[in-house]
Nanobody
C-alpha cells in the first residue's frame, strides 16, 4: 500500500514562506501524477496543485502565483513551495497519487489511494 510522509508544515506569520515535502513509498513514483490538497477547519478538502510525470503543472485559482509544485523522482518526493503566506492558507496539507493519461494529463479529482496524516500549516500574526 502506498504510504506518504508529509512534512514541512509550521506556524508562521503572514508574509512568510514554507516548503512542504511529501515522500511516497511502495509506488513507482515516476509513473504517477502527484498532487497537493488542503483542508481548512470546517471546510472541504480542496485541490491546491498537481504535477504530472512529464512535469506539467496545474494550480487552483487561489494560488495566484504564490505556490509552486515540483517533484524529484529520484527521491520519490513532491514539494510545495508557498510564499507570502496568508491566514487563509491555514490548513492541513495532504499529498496523493493521481491517475494520468500519457505524461501530461491527469485527473486530480480522484486520488488513487487513501490520504496520509498531512502536515499542518498555521498562519497568524
Amino acid at each position: 500500500q502506498v504510504q506518504f510522509v508529509e512534512s514541512g508544515g509550521d506556524s508562521v506569520e503572514p508574509g512568510g514562506s514554507l516548503r512542504l515535502s511529501c515522500a511516497a513509498s511502495e509506488i513507482i513514483f515516476s509513473l504517477w501524477a502527484m498532487g497537493w490538497y488542503r483542508q481548512a477547519p470546517g471546510k472541504q478538502r480542496e485541490l491546491v496543485a498537481g504535477i504530472t510525470s512529464g512535469g506539467r503543472t496545474n494550480y487552483a485559482d487561489f494560488t495566484k502565483g504564490r505556490f509552486t509544485i515540483s517533484r524529484d523522482d529520484a527521491k520519490s518526493t513532491v514539494y510545495l513551495q508557498i510564499n507570502n503566506l496568508k491566514p487563509e492558507d491555514t490548513a492541513v496539507y495532504y499529498c496523493n497519487v493521481f491517475a494520468q493519461v500519457g505524461a501530461y494529463y491527469a485527473n486530480y479529482s480522484r486520488p488513487v489511494t487513501s490520504w496520509g496524516q498531512g502536515t499542518q500549516v498555521s498562519v497568524s500574526s
